[in-house]
């Protein structure tokens, strides 16, 4: 049985499977219904709100051809004291796999730990694997002809600018590792990644490839993409003011996206704040990618989806 609840969770063979499929799943949409999840019921059980993670899970486990339920957090019992360890035990009698959304990351992990069923993590503040490996597919399609081959990811570099301690920068401190890529991260030294993270990347050379900075401009030299993310994630909008002000000076500017590559590529996994963390400018530039970013969300998941219900036979 897998769970993928991190980028490294798949094997690099698992991930070319993965994009193999989602590949396919993009281009026969309408004409082919691939039946990975025939007889299945799977679950979201979401403990924040949401738009594309939702909508994509959703239409993704619909079109595999299962059964899929919206669990939220206060109309179950969780709300009301019940452990995750039973709730675990309760729908995996139910169920054939869950999908979280949550706060703390230790809850997806719980799950999985308390479980007889999959279990993927839609989001946690910790980490965010679907949306890196949908982003590295939407790169793949713009480098390759192949888009399930990996090799046009290796040696990239990405400039990821803003909160380098968020669940974004978390998850691409992982998935560059994973894909072969180079990471440079700017933001204020108070956001920079925690030890939580970096004790994941277990051998010493597998920091090499990453870099972190104050400096902007720095970062974003000679980049492939220049990826940003809100400044002021869900359950942190008491601290708006300040961060709006520490982030400032790294809002992905005209004058900034000048400093990468002519061809560099823009990425937000949305939703964005024009005028904040990126100029208007930039996001509805011909450089920009996000809603090809928020498109492949489906076809990605579809592809995590169809190798973890595999796995369980």
């Known amino acids: 049985m897998k769970h993928f609840l991190k980028e490294t969770d798949f094997s690099v063979f698992e991930t070319t499977e993965i994009f193999s499929l989602a590949e396919n799943f993009k281009k026969l949409r309408n004409r082919h219904t691939p039946p990975a999840l025939q007889r299945q ?65 230790e809850i997806v992990e719980e799950f999985a730990r308390e479980g007889s069923i999959p279990v993927i993590n839609a989001l946690t503040d910790f980490l965010h694997p679907c949306q890196t490996y949908s982003d590295a597919f939407t790169m793949a399609e713009r480098w390759s002809t192949d888009t399930a081959q990996l090799d046009s990811l290796r040696g990239r570099k990405i400039a990821f600018l803003g909160d380098c301690a968020g669940n974004m920068a978390n998850s691409w401190i992982l998935g560059a590792h994973h894909f072969g890529m180079e990471l440079a991260l700017a933001g204020p030294s108070e956001f920079f990644p925690c030890e939580a993270i970096k004790s994941l990347l277990h051998k010493t050379d597998e920091t090499a490839g990453i870099q972190f900075s104050s400096n902007a401009r720095e970062a974003v030299k000679d980049a492939d993409v220049v990826y940003t993310d809100v400044w002021v994630s869900m359950g942190n909008e008491g601290e708006e003011a300040e961060r709006l002000k520490q982030m400032s000076p790294y809002a992905v500017t005209r004058a900034l996206m000048n400093e990468a590559k002519p061809d560099a590529l823009f990425m937000h996994c949305l939703p964005a704040h024009p005028g904040l963390e990126v100029a208007g400018e930039v996001l509805n530039s011909p450089q920009s990618v996000v809603f090809d970013q928020a498109e492949n969300r489906l076809h990605v998941q579809k592809g995590i989806l169809a190798v973890v219900a595999q796995s369980r036979r």
């Open 41 to 105: 019921s799977w679950a979201l059980l979401f403990f924040k709100s949401s738009t594309r993670t939702r909508i994509s899970f959703e239409v993704g486990v619909h079109e595999l051809g299962g059964n899929v339920l919206y669990l939220d957090e206060n109309s179950m019992q969780l709300s009301r004291g019940e452990s995750v360890s039973d709730t675990a035990r309760i729908l995996s009698g139910y169920l054939h796999g869950l999908i979280i959304r949550a706060y703390e990351h």
